[in-house]
Nanobody, 120 residues
Framework: QVQLVESGGGLVQAGGSLTLSCLAS????????MGWYRQAPGKQRALVAQ???????NYADSVKGRFTTSRDNAKNTVYLQMNSLEPEDTAIYYC??????????????WGQGTQVTVSS
């Protein structure tokens, strides 16, 4: 069973920075992509950033220019560097990954989530 373990969340003032980490129990190259979602109170879970196994990235419009996702292949870890944080970034952040099955469907994995709170 694939395990994804996030760390690095916490409380930060607006304008500050945090770096989230996600440690995978298997090689990150075994996944078609890895990424980050977040869920704020009363809102649906939404994509924040994603990186494919080939290194292509995409970001939600609301975080472009402020957040950067990266990876350390040797450590089976992906990161989310968050700069210029805003109160609107307050949410539970989830690490996610997926594989494509032979039938073409996606097998998706989720971490347990880490809380990020940005105070104004």
């Amino acid at each position: 069973q694939v395990q994804l373990v996030e760390s690095g969340g916490g409380l930060v003032q607006a304008g500050g920075s945090l770096t989230l980490s996600c440690l995978a129990s298997e090689s990150i190259f075994s996944f078609a992509a890895m990424g980050w979602y977040r869920q704020a109170p009363g809102k649906q879970r939404a994509l924040v950033a994603q990186m494919t196994s080939g290194g292509s990235t995409n970001y939600a419009d609301s975080v472009k220019g402020r957040f950067t996702t990266s990876r350390d292949n040797a450590k089976n870890t992906v990161y989310l560097q968050m700069n210029s944080l805003e109160p609107e970034d307050t949410a539970i952040y989830y690490c996610t990954s997926y594989r494509t099955t032979p039938s073409g469907s996606r097998r998706i994995y989720w971490g347990q989530g880490t809380q990020v709170t940005v105070s104004s």
